[in-house]
């Protein structure tokens, strides 16, 4: 009997921290990895250091970053922001940076810069684009619009309308390469942040996303089409957030269980990094900047946590036209001058994975878990991930708190030592 009691006593003791073993989420461990590479003057590796700091800044506030290393970007930005403004995607990139930071893109800086005005300048009203490089840059530039809150105009719309492809997917710049799961996905996202989640265009470009999605349930980049992606697959994921559906669900997940979320984290190695392919030996910057957000629950642009927006019930009209010259019409579309107001992405809950399976990992972290804290409330209608309950038991959102479990497990190790103590008095 005593060895029982004595037995149930450790039971108790040893489960909660059975309890707690699930750490950090993929995107904060993302995120945490990040802020590691970040320089001593904040700035972060690009071929556009301002715009690589704005991209990579949303991307750790997707992740959960605050404080120290989200000032030092935005004073990096207050620096040499206006100069690395040259075009129009590094424009959009430092303006989602900016935004993501909860500083004001029409007013920033000692000097007040406004970088919606200089994205204005690079817009060409006569071909929609804001980025004439490629379609890619055109979307990024985009992005930033719908960051700073400035309608897209309808010739902006059209532009995006008439590159997609028959298949449904849009080119990296045009169709005659072929569709591109990366800039399907950013395409998606753009539309859907401009008010349109419901146009044709949306609706075929996801048809595209589910017909070339890979038996590990994740995606491959049109550079290395045999293997799963982590910039590829995170970028899908987020244009999944977008559309207010669930990545860990049918019918993104497969009959086998797997899905793109498993497949991500699958390239996530043991620095919080994410590999660009199973053949790449280490975490690559880039890699990981794609990822977190969609694992962080988000869609882009991404948003200050204090800025997240109420999703609006009200659908908006369809424009059904694509391709042609003529583009796309909507009775609703802003008119060619940018205006001051728009529709942007809900946020839920980071998604949650608990892996088992060991990660390769040759890269090495220099820095520590800095400022993190959750991705912000809930507001998907659909909430993804289960909480890790006591003792490593699942349950499903709504059901008993981390908090509860923990008030459990702290009166369950309570009880066992009572129980230790009075064993230890009646010898």
Same mark, same amino acid.
């Given at each position: 009997?005593?060895?029982?009691?004595?037995?149930?006593?450790?039971?108790?003791?040893?489960?909660?921290?059975?309890? /707690?073993?699930?750490?950090?989420?993929?995107?904060?461990?993302?995120?945490? /990895?990040?802020?590691?590479?970040?320089?001593?003057?904040?700035?972060?590796?690009?071929?556009?250091?301002? &715009?690589?700091?704005?991209? =990579?800044?949303?991307?750790?506030?997707?992740? &959960?970053?605050? @404080?120290?290393?989200?000032?030092?970007?935005?004073? %990096?930005?207050?620096?040499?922001?206006?100069?690395?403004?040259?075009?129009?995607?590094?424009?959009?990139?430092?303006?989602?940076?900016?935004?993501?930071?909860?500083?004001?893109?029409?007013?920033?800086?000692?000097?007040?810069?406004?970088?919606?005005?200089?994205?204005?300048?690079?817009?060409?009203?006569?071909?929609?684009?804001?980025?004439?490089?490629?379609?890619?840059?055109?979307?990024?530039?985009?992005?930033?619009?719908?960051?700073?809150?400035?309608?897209?105009?309808?010739?902006?719309?059209?532009?995006?309308?008439?590159?997609?492809?028959?298949? @449904?997917?849009? #080119? %990296?710049?045009?169709?005659?390469?072929?569709?591109?799961?990366?800039?399907?996905?950013?395409?998606?996202?753009?539309? *859907?942040?401009?008010?349109?989640?419901?146009?044709?265009?949306?609706?075929?470009?996801?048809?595209?996303?589910?017909?070339?999605?890979?038996?590990?349930?994740?995606?491959?980049?049109?550079?290395?089409?045999?293997?799963?992606?982590?910039?590829?697959?995170?970028?899908?994921?987020?244009?999944?957030?977008?559309?207010?559906?669930?990545?860990?669900?049918?019918?993104?997940?497969?009959?086998?269980?797997?899905?793109?979320?498993?497949?991500?984290?699958?390239?996530?190695?043991?620095?919080?990094?994410?590999?660009?392919?199973?053949?790449?030996?280490? &975490?690559?910057?880039?890699?990981? *900047?794609?990822?977190?957000?969609?694992?962080?629950?988000?869609?882009?642009?991404?948003?200050?946590?204090?800025?997240? #927006?109420? #999703?609006?019930?009200?659908?908006?009209?369809?424009?059904?036209?694509?391709?042609?010259?003529?583009?796309?019409?909507?009775?609703?579309?802003?008119?060619?001058?940018? &205006?001051?107001?728009? *529709?942007?992405?809900?946020?839920?809950?980071?998604?949650?994975?608990? *892996?088992?399976?060991?990660?390769?990992?040759?890269?090495?972290?220099?820095?520590?878990?800095?400022?993190?804290?959750?991705?912000?409330?809930?507001?998907?209608?659909?909430? =993804?991930?289960?909480?890790?309950?006591?003792?490593?038991?699942?349950?499903?959102?709504? @059901?008993?708190?981390?908090?509860? /479990?923990?008030?459990?497990?702290?009166?369950?190790?309570?009880?066992?030592?009572?129980? /230790?103590?009075?064993?230890?008095?009646?010898?």
């Amino acid at each position: 009997m005593r060895r029982a009691v004595a037995g149930l006593a450790l039971v108790f003791i040893a489960l909660p921290a059975a309890a /707690w073993a699930s750490g950090p989420s993929p995107a904060e461990r993302g995120a945490t /990895w990040l802020i590691s590479q970040q320089h001593s003057d904040g700035s972060f590796s690009g071929t556009s250091p301002a &715009g690589a700091t704005g991209e =990579t800044l949303a991307a750790i506030v997707a992740g &959960g970053a605050k @404080g120290t290393p989200v000032d030092k970007a935005l004073a %990096y930005l207050r620096t040499n922001g206006k100069a690395g403004a040259t075009e129009g995607a590094y424009t959009g990139r430092i303006i989602a940076g900016i935004v993501a930071g909860a500083q004001n893109p029409r007013s920033f800086g000692d000097n007040h810069d406004n970088y919606v005005t200089i994205l204005h300048s690079q817009y060409n009203t006569a071909t929609g684009a804001y980025d004439p490089k490629n379609f890619f840059s055109d979307l990024i530039a985009a992005n930033g619009a719908n960051a700073a809150r400035d309608p897209l105009p309808a010739a902006a719309l059209a532009y995006i309308d008439t590159h997609e492809c028959p298949d @449904g997917g849009f #080119p %990296y710049s045009d169709c005659a390469a072929g569709s591109d799961v990366d800039t399907t996905a950013w395409a998606i996202n753009v539309l *859907v942040a401009s008010g349109h989640r419901t146009d044709q265009a949306v609706s075929q470009a996801r048809s595209y996303l589910l017909g070339v999605q890979r038996s590990d349930g994740g995606f491959a980049s049109s550079s290395s089409p045999t293997m799963t992606s982590s910039d590829s697959t995170g970028l899908a994921i987020a244009a999944i957030n977008a559309l207010g559906e669930d990545a860990t669900s049918s019918p993104w997940k497969q009959s086998d269980g797997d899905d793109p979320v498993k497949a991500l984290v699958a390239l996530q190695t043991s620095s919080g990094s994410f590999r660009p392919n199973n053949a790449a030996s280490g &975490g690559s910057e880039m890699s990981t *900047v794609n990822a977190v957000p969609g694992l962080a629950h988000r869609s882009y642009p991404v948003l200050a946590p204090t800025a997240q #927006p109420t #999703p609006t019930p009200t659908p908006q009209p369809t424009r059904t036209s694509r391709g042609g010259g003529g583009g796309a019409t909507n009775s609703t579309s802003p008119p060619s001058s940018h &205006g001051s107001t728009s *529709v942007a992405p809900a946020v839920a809950t980071p998604y949650t994975v608990e *892996v088992s399976t060991p990660r390769h990992d040759s890269s090495s972290t220099t820095g520590s878990r800095l400022s993190l804290s959750p991705a912000g409330p809930a507001a998907k209608p659909k909430p =993804t991930p289960y909480l890790l309950g006591f003792g490593g038991i699942s349950t499903k959102p709504g @059901g008993l708190s981390m908090a509860m /479990w923990g008030a459990i497990a702290a009166g369950c190790t309570g009880l066992g030592v009572g129980i /230790w103590f009075l064993r230890l008095r009646l010898r």
